[in-house]
């Protein structure tokens, strides 16, 4: 890898930013980068584009560009001001930091990434370039369809969830290898997953699968 290139902390940091997950002092340095370096711009707009596609509606070029856009604005008016948030977070980096990452329920760290769903990302794991997070899909939502450049699994804690005609109740897992295609995954009701997931994911035009 080239000196001019991002390493794997600043491409497992544009994802998280990317996710509004980054805050404190680590979002200053992250963003004073952002403004230095046009090779890291490049990565975080990367992420955003993969982000803002999450919630492509009926008109999936238009979508792409308002929700990339809400997604931006969200990340730029982001507040550290809670104590207890702060007092999370550097107590997560130095268990990281020990071996041990806790991230307790009553923990903040929700985003919204696109109408219909929410991540709260938990863990990025720089050597896979895979993260695990929370997801909450709203009650009729539709996840666009999407090829995997990295193996993908779900688990199904609340709710129920239909990955393409199968459907997955609490308690029920799920596996997507490389180069597979998610074309639907649905929910009737609402649910809550763990997945572990590619922030790269190529997403697909609706059009096109």
């Given at each position: 890898m080239s000196q001019h290139e991002p390493n794997e902390e600043i491409l497992s940091q544009a994802a998280l930013y990317a996710l509004g997950a980054l805050e404190?002092?680590?979002?200053?340095?992250f963003e004073?980068?952002?403004?230095?370096?046009?090779?890291?711009?490049?990565?975080?707009?990367?992420?955003?584009?993969?982000?803002?596609?999450?919630g492509v509606g009926v008109n999936p070029v238009k979508a792409r560009a308002e929700l990339?856009?809400?997604l931006f604005e969200r990340?730029?008016?982001?507040?550290?001001?809670?104590?207890?948030?702060?007092e999370t977070a550097s107590a997560q980096t130095a268990s990281v930091s020990a071996g041990?990452?806790?991230?307790?329920?009553?923990?903040e760290g929700w985003q919204e990434v696109?109408?219909?769903?929410?991540?709260?990302?938990?863990?990025?794991d720089q050597t896979q370039g895979r993260m695990t997070a929370l997801a909450r899909m709203?009650?009729?939502y539709n996840h666009p369809a999407h090829r995997h450049d990295k193996p993908e699994e779900l688990y199904v804690l609340e709710g129920t969830c239909f990955v393409g005609d199968r459907l997955l109740r609490p308690g029920d897992y799920h596996r997507a290898e490389a180069n597979t295609i998610h074309y639907e995954t649905s929910t009737?009701?609402?649910?809550?997953?763990?997945?572990i997931f590619s922030p790269t994911n190529e997403m697909l035009d609706p059009v096109a699968t």
């Open positions: 404190g002092e680590e979002l200053q340095l004073k980068r952002i403004a230095e370096k046009a090779s890291v711009r490049q990565e975080v707009e990367s992420f955003q584009n993969v982000a803002g596609q999450l990339r856009a809400k990340m730029k008016q982001e507040s550290v001001s809670s104590s207890l948030r702060n041990f990452t806790f991230v307790h329920s009553g923990d696109a109408p219909g769903i929410k991540l709260k990302p938990l863990f990025f709203d009650a009729g009737t009701d609402g649910c809550l997953m763990l997945v």
